[in-house]
């Protein structure tokens, strides 16, 4: 890593850790949230986060779940102005075009997870304000996860954040495609990788909706 990397990464790390401070006393209060499934930190390695998107707030649950920088892909219209402009570049999210297909942003994904950084993708491109449970799924995690071993963190959530009413999210145990590791990849493997983590993420919505509806029953 050269030096300008790691004033860089230093100056990131720092912004994230004085949001994680600020987070007890800033958001919780107003939404308030319960984390379900895997709620211990992943503090060892890098890691990759893919969940569904509802709500610009989404990115509080992948830099919560780690002590790590997390570098979250996000569209280059957000960098253009108004108060998210600001954020994204604090952050240094990764700028990806409307349509999801960005070498530049792949290559930067990768070179923040080889630092040891962590990278937040939403597969859906958009937020959801449909009825669906998700929208299509853009390619790219899978491979990006292959390519650098990094596993990835798959969550999920059922309702849109919004504000004094406690959200869930569900954390999944670490996804890696070790069969693939140091491997040509074929657009068939992709793509079989692509659809096991889609399904994972169905099943774990499913198991959130399952948890809640429990809840629910036993107060009634």
């Not at 100056?11 to 006393?25: D, G, H, I």
């Not at 958001?27 to 503090?43: D, N």
Request: net charge positive; hydrophobic share 40%.
């Amino acid at each position: 890593m050269s030096k300008k990397d790691k004033v860089k990464l230093n100056a990131v790390s720092k912004w994230f850790r004085t949001l994680r401070r600020a987070e007890p006393f800033l958001y919780r209060p107003f939404f308030p949230y319960k984390k379900h499934g895997h709620t211990q930190r992943f503090t060892d390695r890098a890691y990759i986060f893919v969940g569904n998107h509802l709500s610009v707030l989404d990115v509080v649950f992948p830099a919560i779940a780690t002590n790590r920088a997390v570098h979250f892909m996000a569209k280059k219209c957000l960098f253009e102005k108004g108060l998210m402009k600001k954020f994204v570049n604090k952050c240094e999210c990764i700028p990806v075009n409307r349509d999801g297909t960005d070498v530049k942003a792949v290559m930067l994904a990768m070179k923040y997870l080889k630092q040891g950084e962590c990278v937040s993708i939403f597969p859906e491109g958009t937020r959801n304000k449909t009825d669906d449970t998700f929208l299509p799924f853009k390619s790219g995690a899978t491979a990006i996860s292959i390519k650098t071993k990094t596993p990835i963190i798959p969550l999920v959530q059922i309702k849109k954040i919004r504000m004094f009413r406690k959200a869930h999210v569900l954390y999944g145990e670490p996804i890696e495609f070790t069969e693939f590791y140091d491997k040509r990849l074929t657009e068939e493997d992709i793509k079989k990788c692509d659809d096991f983590l889609r399904e994972r993420l169905y099943e774990m919505h499913a198991e959130l909706t399952r948890i809640l509806s429990t809840k629910k029953s036993k107060k009634a």
